[in-house]
């Protein structure tokens, strides 16, 4: 495995996850999923195996890992020991609180709600993904950023926002942000650079002056 690098494996770890979301959201059987499932699980195991021939780690340090931080993080789904609570919260949204505050608790140094989303993720993701943040982190206008935010150019985008909140499918989503695209393409403009450019500047405007004093209000 000496030709091999944490780096140059990277390219297939991004391939192999998204093989497996295309193969969820084609509606592939089984069989197939669990073949692309493995196909990210030997991703893991060769990065654990280069990590275990440097002397730094293996895949079983991997595994106990995860476990520890699974119970560590979830008190409310695991004991301890790691058996089973007896009760559960009664929410999703009572679990996301348990888990975020968990972990403002493991790292309070951290003032910064967007520190973590990788950078490399695809503009609608990242925008997606901080969005979730800030509404977490309980920024007020975290839903409808550019609304009220947006410059005199982009003003007239409340109809196109009312459009979507009156769709009732995603393929209808889809097909307008396609659209948009399309019309981008047309006057020369990079779509997906744009959007990066827009989800920096809505995460800086949500930074806290002083990152060791997490803001909870916008």
Wanted: charged share 30%; net charge negative.
């Amino acid at each position: 495995m000496g030709a091999l690098t944490h780096e140059s494996l990277v390219e297939y770890l991004l391939e192999e996850a998204f093989e497996v979301a295309e193969t969820i959201e084609t509606g592939a059987d089984e069989a197939e999923l669990r073949g692309e499932l493995g196909d990210v699980l030997l991703q893991v195991v060769l990065h654990a195996r280069l990590a275990e021939e440097r002397g730094s780690f293996g895949f079983d340090d991997v595994v106990r890992g995860l476990t520890a931080k699974m119970i560590r993080r979830n008190p409310h789904v695991f004991r301890p020991d790691g058996s089973l609570q007896d009760t559960f919260p009664a929410s999703v949204e009572e679990i996301v609180r348990k888990w975020d505050s968990i972990k403002r608790a493991e790292k309070p140094e951290r003032g910064d709600p967007f520190e973590g989303i990788p950078q490399g993720l695809p503009a609608l993701a990242r925008a997606q993904k901080s969005l979730d943040r800030a509404a977490r982190a309980g920024f007020r206008r975290a839903q409808r950023p550019m609304v009220e935010q947006a410059s005199p150019v982009v003003e007239d985008v409340h109809p196109v926002v009312e459009l979507v909140e009156t769709m009732d499918a995603e393929q209808q989503l889809g097909e307008l942000l396609l659209a948009v695209v399309a019309a981008a393409r047309t006057r020369g403009f990079d779509a997906e650079r744009a959007l990066r450019a827009a989800v920096r500047q809505y995460q800086d405007s949500h930074r806290p002056i002083n990152p060791a004093a997490p803001r909870t209000g916008s």
